[in-house]
């Protein structure tokens, strides 16, 4: 199978199935001598693992990341990092029907057209614990940013039809305001990961509605990456907003993505769409930021601000029709454990991809002038 690495000059390989031994990742392109240790790894693979609360999956699984290579006495080596989560609560048993049919809205045909055979235990690697080794990878991403000054505020701007109502700029002011930490600490305790506790509240009556019905929901991820310099990117094929277009939909359950207006630039016109550009104590500013901090696939030094649509979880206990590998209509119902709604559980899995995706066009910068040869090699 190809298409399980991501990145150039910072590289993860992941690997592993949901119902397997374990799940895991290769970092190759780590710089050496970053503090490193399993507990940097752990916190963020908290904020994913299931059973946190009754909006995700009961699956039990304490997704302990053990550091198998690339670091010596707390610090990186240089050489590639080896990760791995050992599975503990693997029901394989609560998928042996599946192996006869293919689940609406599940890779299961796609799957099978393509290989001619699969792993249909939770779905294999198409199963959402594969991103098991994108959170641990980018856990790494985000160590590596926050230290150039590179800071992220990433949550559930959408359940279902519930979106919170302060745009991503106010939300930046109220971090910058009370510091990133409390904003940052709300979010983290809210069962949605979501800002506002209002929303939140609504969010959660309605998906009792729909855990009620058999039913699930899906909803909309929003970013701000703040602190990036102006200058990342490059102009053509590797835009900074096409190759985190390309991390965000490699994500299972994305149906669309948008980088500042977004799709909103469609009804604008270019002079309210356009970044007005001013000088402000020595340095260029942008009076607005619809371009979402990108402008020609580079950076401009605004804050970043994207987008990530989810669809509902496919696993539903209602009825669906669908058919059988014998190519016969047949009628399901799924049962098992599965998430009501993966939008919570994604929001740190977005955040990583993000960060993977920066640090590698960061690196890639590194030799796009004499002058940043020179810092590194006079």
């Not at 009961?58 to 690339?70: F, H, M, N, T, Y």
């Amino acid at each position: 199978m190809a298409g399980s690495t991501f990145g150039k000059h910072f590289q993860i390989t992941t690997w592993g199935e949901s119902h397997g031994k374990g799940i895991g990742v290769v970092v190759d392109g780590c710089p050496a001598g970053l503090a490193l240790c399993e507990s940097d790894i752990q916190k963020f693979l908290d904020r994913r693992k299931p059973g946190k609360s009754r909006y995700s999956t009961p699956r039990k699984e304490a997704d302990r990341v053990e550091i198998l290579s690339g670091v010596f006495e707390g610090r990186t080596t240089g050489t590639p990092i080896s990760l791995v989560v050992f599975n503990q609560d693997q029901r394989s048993r609560d998928y042996g029907d599946i192996a006869a049919y293919y689940r609406p809205g599940h890779a299961d045909f796609t799957f099978d057209e393509k290989y001619g055979f699969r792993d249909y235990r939770g779905g294999g690697r198409s199963s959402g614990r594969e991103t098991i080794g994108r959170v641990a990878g980018g856990a790494i991403a985000v160590k590596i940013l926050s230290q150039l000054g590179i800071s992220f505020l990433t949550y559930a701007r959408a359940i279902g039809p519930v979106t919170i109502p302060q745009a991503a700029e106010d939300l930046l002011a109220q971090a910058q305001n009370n510091e990133y930490s409390s904003l940052q600490e709300h979010i983290l305790s809210d069962p949605l990961y979501m800002p506002d506790s209002v929303s939140s509240e609504k969010a959660r009556e309605y998906l009792e509605n729909c855990m009620k019905e058999m039913d699930s929901a899906g909803g909309i991820v929003e970013g701000i990456i703040t602190g990036v310099p102006a200058g990342i990117g490059e102009p053509v094929f590797d835009k900074l907003d096409a190759n985190l277009a390309k991390a965000i939909f490699s994500i299972g359950a994305v149906k669309g993505f948008e980088i500042g207006a977004g799709f909103a630039a469609a009804a604008a016109k270019g002079s309210d769409n356009n970044d007005s550009i001013h000088m402000k104590e020595g340095r260029p500013c942008f009076g607005t930021n619809h371009a979402g901090g990108i402008l020609g696939g580079i950076s401009n030094g605004a804050p970043i601000t994207y987008r990530a649509a989810f669809k509902p979880t496919p696993s539903i206990a209602a009825t669906q029709q669908t058919i059988n590998k014998a190519k016969e209509d047949i009628s399901i119902s799924i049962h098992g454990r599965h998430d009501p709604i993966i939008v919570p559980r994604a929001v740190v899995v977005v955040e990583c991809m993000a960060a993977l995706t920066l640090v590698d066009l960061m690196m890639e910068n590194q030799g796009a002038t004499m002058e940043h040869l020179q810092k590194l090699y006079s």
